[in-house]
């Protein structure tokens, strides 16, 4: 029965008669949801910081390129129209495959080629153009410089043709002078303005401790085999680099696991933090490391706020690294004891030899993300801090694996009961 509220009852009869608006209703719902299925799903979608950034980087981007090109000697110097379907390329999707600098030239050397040679060589310009596109594509795949911009310029080429021997030498010299100049302003601006990483490089960073491995969490995630397989099994093509597809499914992963591990710092981390000072003595801070069985001190200025962190390494750090184990308790307590007078040929207070680039993190930051900064920075202590990044924690290695083989046995036990 017909829940629409346009029904009316004639007489006696109980039988619902539909109204032309309930049918048109049911028919405005189709077709508004076939639009958003269809039409309006898997579109790109952009932050605000972003849609600023891709739009000024286009302005500033076209605007130099004009003016460079009006700067040279030439007898006809213009933008090509092709030219502004690469600037959105460049600005909006440039970690893209398409927006590399090799599929940018090299789409734009075969599309001139294939434009030219079809004008040239087929008398109609119908035929011409759609040669010249269906060329350009095979070519650009083939080569691996897909970039879509590259089948607008061998239209266009086709459709102001066909050209004399002399007009084929300036159209070529005017189409490598405007992808050039496009290329470098586009990686200026890109690098030294907007601060992003372009061109994009797909190697990976080395290994935490200078040896073969990869880090931890790299080890147990996907690898490039894996990527292939997959992307063989689509047969279709991925606008999307390599590593990022790797970071995104990390990412992915490390949500799944927050939400089935709700835990945070907070839950896990010590509350009774021993802290040093920038003025505090070598030796004071070593004997803090000692007797409380740690590793590694956060230093705090007179407001407990963390302005770096001392471990033991950056104490065997000032020794020397020539020295033989027999020396190295020697080298210790030289390096520990105060240097009496004015002045010292050696660190004598623990804000000499302190890292202050540390990372730390909050109480509400989830486990998942912790873990990850850990593995990738090779961390085995981060301290928590609050609003005002005053020391209200600190976490370990120790700390974690507790949390999880906790978590792990708690959910183990937890399906044993319901069986």
């Known amino acids: 029965m017909c829940t629409c509220p346009n029904v009316v009852r004639h007489g006696g009869d109980r039988s619902p008669v539909l109204q032309p608006s309930c049918s048109s209703f049911q028919v405005h719902k189709r077709i508004n949801a076939w639009f958003h299925t269809r039409v309006l799903s898997n579109t790109l979608s952009l932050s605000s910081s ?79 153009a759609a040669l010249a596109v269906a060329l350009t594509i095979w070519l650009m795949a083939w080569l691996n410089c897909v970039h879509p911009p590259g089948g607008a310029l061998a239209l266009l080429l086709v459709l102001n043709g066909p050209y004399s021997n002399a007009d084929m030498v300036a159209v070529a010299e ?84 927050g939400r089935h591990v709700a835990l945070t710092c907070g839950d896990i981390m010590s509350r009774d933090v021993i802290t040093a000072h920038f003025d505090t003595e070598l030796a004071q801070a070593w004997r803090l490391l000692r007797q409380h069985k740690i590793k590694s001190l956060p230093v705090v200025d007179r407001f407990e706020r963390v302005i770096g962190i001392v471990t033991v390494a950056d104490f065997l750090r000032q020794i020397d690294q020539q020295a033989t184990p027999k020396d190295l308790a020697t080298r210790i307590q030289v390096l520990l004891k105060r240097t009496p007078g004015l002045f010292a040929q050696k660190p004598e207070v623990v804000g000499q030899i302190m890292s202050a680039d540390v990372f730390t993190a909050t109480p509400q930051t989830p486990l998942s993300e912790l873990i990850r900064q850990i593995s990738q920075r090779a961390l085995p202590h981060v301290p928590v801090v609050d609003e005002q990044r005053k020391v209200v924690g600190m976490v370990t290695q120790s700390d974690l694996l507790v949390a999880l083989y906790k978590s792990i046995a708690l959910g183990q036990a937890s399906q044993a009961a319901k069986l």
């Not at 972003?50 to 030439?74: D, M």
């Not at 110097?77 to 398409?98: N, R, T, Y």
């Not at 935490?208 to 996907?222: A, C, F, V, Y």
Request: with cysteine; charged share 15%.
């Open 50 to 128: 972003e849609r600023w950034k891709a739009s000024l980087g286009a302005l500033l981007c076209l605007a130099a390129c004009g003016l460079l090109l009006r700067s040279l000697p030439l007898d006809a110097h213009w933008l090509l129209a092709p030219v502004g379907a690469s600037v959105v390329i460049l600005f909006v999707q440039f970690h893209s495959p398409l927006a590399q600098p090799w599929p940018l030239l090299g789409s734009y050397l075969i599309a001139t080629a294939a434009g030219l040679a079809c004008s040239h060589w087929v008398t109609q310009p119908i035929l011409a």
């Open 174 to 257: 005017l189409i490598a002078i405007n992808a050039g100049t496009l290329l470098l302003v586009a990686l200026l601006i890109n690098r030294m303005l907007l601060r992003r990483r372009y061109p994009h490089s797909s190697t990976p960073p080395g290994p935490s401790h200078r040896t073969q491995d990869r880090p931890p969490i790299e080890r147990m995630g996907l690898n490039h085999t894996d990527l292939e397989s997959a992307v063989k099994m689509l047969n279709t093509f991925v606008d999307v680099q390599e590593d990022e597809l790797v970071e995104i499914y990390n990412l992915a992963v490390d949500h799944a696991f």
